[in-house]
C-alpha cells in the first residue's frame, strides 16, 4: 500500500463538514500544528530544522488563524520542501504571496495585467489554491449593503439616531434629504468575477442599477445579457461614468486608486472597496471626499488594517466595517470544504478545483 500523503495543517481540525472531515484524515496524514508553531519565527525554524518532516500539501480551513507566519516570502519560501505539490487556503486574497519568492520556486511570472501568478505545479513548484468561491454570496451581500448605504448616507443617520441628541436627530434628516435612491443610477464594478458578478445580479435584479463593468476578460453575452452590463474597455472609461465605483479586484502589487485614478472620477459619485485595502490611498481618497469630487465612500477593507485613517472614522459620509465582508457561517462551511477537497481532488485526480488563475475579479 502506498504510503499516505503529508499535509500541513495551519490550524485546528475543521468545525464543519465532519463526513469530508473524517473523509480528508482517513485519506492523508494530517500534522498539526499549534499557535506557537504558527508564529513567524518558530515557524521559519521549523522549517529549517525539518520539524514536520517532508510534507507534499498545505492546508489552511480558517480565516481567523492560520497566517500567523505570513508572509511567504523570499524569507519562508525557500524553506519549504520540494515535496510540496499544493498549498490550499481558505479567502479570496493572495496579497501576502511574494510572487518573486514563488517564481524562483517554478512558478511562471503574471502573464496579464493584474493576473495573479499562475502556480503551475512543476518538479520545483507547487499550486496556490484560494477559496475565492466560498465566501462569494456574503461578499457581495456586503457589498449591495454599501452601495446602499453610500447613496442613502446611512452612516450618517445612524450616528445621529444613537447620539442621543435631538439637535443632531434633526441635522441628520436633512442631510438625508439630500440621499439618492439607487434605482436609475450607474454601477461600475471592478472585476466581475464571482463577487462582482453577483453583486451586478444583486444590483440589477434587487435595485434595478444600470451596470457596467470593466476586467481583463469580457464576461459571455449570455451573462452580460442577464444583468443588462455594458462593458467598458479601459478603467478611466468606467470611472468618468459611473454613479458608484466597486472595487472587486485582488492586489498585484499596486495601488489602483490613487489621487489621480480618483480627479478622473464622475463628480459627486461613490467609490466602494471590498477587496484590499491597499488598493487605495486613503490620504487621496479623504481628500477627495472633502473637495466633494466624491459625496461617499464605503470600505470593508482599510489602507493599514486593522488602523483606520483618523480622518475617515470622523466622516458621516463614509460606511466602515472591519474586513467582514465573508465572515459568516455559511462562508466558514465553505472555506473549510474547499480547502480540503482541493487537496483531495489534486492528489486523486491531478486537478485542483480553484487554482488561482489570470481573472481580476474576486
Known amino acids: 500500500m502506498a504510503a499516505k500523503k503529508r499535509v500541513l495543517s495551519l490550524g485546528h481540525v475543521p468545525e464543519h463538514n465532519a463526513e469530508t472531515v473524517k473523509q480528508f484524515y482517513d485519506t ?11 508564529e513567524r519565527s518558530t515557524f521559519l525554524e521549523g522549517l529549517r530544522t525539518r520539524k514536520w518532516g517532508e510534507f507534499d500539501a498545505i492546508l489552511r480551513c480558517f480565516w481567523y488563524e492560520g ?37 524562483k520556486r517554478g512558478l511562471s511570472e503574471p502573464r496579464i495585467q493584474f493576473a495573479a501568478v499562475l502556480a503551475v505545479n512543476t518538479s520545483s513548484g507547487f499550486l496556490y489554491c484560494n477559496g475565492a468561491s466560498a465566501p462569494a454570496e456574503a461578499v457581495a451581500d456586503l457589498a449591495l449593503y454599501l452601495v446602499i ?9 445612524q450616528l445621529a439616531a ?34 462582482g458578478y453577483l453583486l451586478a ?23 452580460e445579457a442577464s444583468v443588462q452590463a455594458t462593458y467598458v474597455d479601459t478603467l478611466e472609461g468606467l470611472v468618468q461614468t459611473s454613479d458608484c465605483v466597486v ?16 480627479s478622473r472620477f464622475k463628480k459627486g459619485s461613490r467609490f466602494v472597496n471590498i477587496a ?7 490620504a487621496a481618497l479623504v481628500a477627495a471626499l472633502k473637495s466633494g469630487q466624491l459625496s461617499a465612500a464605503g470600505l470593508d477593507v482599510q489602507e493599514k488594517e486593522p488602523e483606520v485613517h483618523p480622518e475617515l472614522i470622523k466622516m458621516g459620509n463614509v460606511t466602515l466595517t472591519p474586513h467582514i465582508g465573508g465572515t459568516t457561517v455559511e462562508s466558514g462551511v465553505a472555506f473549510e470544504k474547499l480547502a480540503m477537497d482541493n487537496i483531495t481532488s489534486f492528489f486523486q485526480t491531478g486537478k485542483a478545483l480553484t487554482p488561482v488563475d489570470g481573472t481580476i475579479g474576486t
Open 247 to 262: 472595487c472587486c479586484v485582488p492586489f498585484e502589487g499596486q495601488k489602483i486608486f490613487d489621487a489621480t485614478m480618483f
Open 28 to 38: 492523508f496524514d494530517v500534522i498539526s500544528t499549534t499557535k506557537e508553531e504558527r
Open 67 to 103: 497566517d500567523e507566519m505570513e508572509p511567504f516570502d523570499s524569507e519562508l519560501v525557500p524553506l519549504l520542501p520540494d515535496s510540496l505539490k499544493i498549498h490550499s487556503s481558505c479567502g479570496a486574497g493572495y496579497d501576502w504571496m511574494d510572487i518573486p519568492a514563488y517564481t
Open 201 to 223: 445580479k444583486k444590483a440589477y435584479h434587487g435595485l434595478d442599477m444600470n451596470i457596467q463593468y470593466h476586467d481583463i476578460r469580457r464576461r459571455t453575452q449570455e451573462d
Open 162 to 195: 444613537r447620539s442621543g441628541s435631538t439637535e443632531t436627530w434633526q441635522k441628520a434628516r436633512a442631510v438625508s434629504a439630500k440621499a439618492q435612491n439607487p434605482e436609475g443610477q450607474t454601477l461600475g464594478i471592478i472585476g466581475l468575477g464571482r463577487i
Open 276 to 282: 484590499r485595502g491597499s488598493l487605495h490611498d486613503e
Open 149 to 157: 448605504s453610500v447613496f442613502r448616507y446611512l452612516t450618517e443617520a
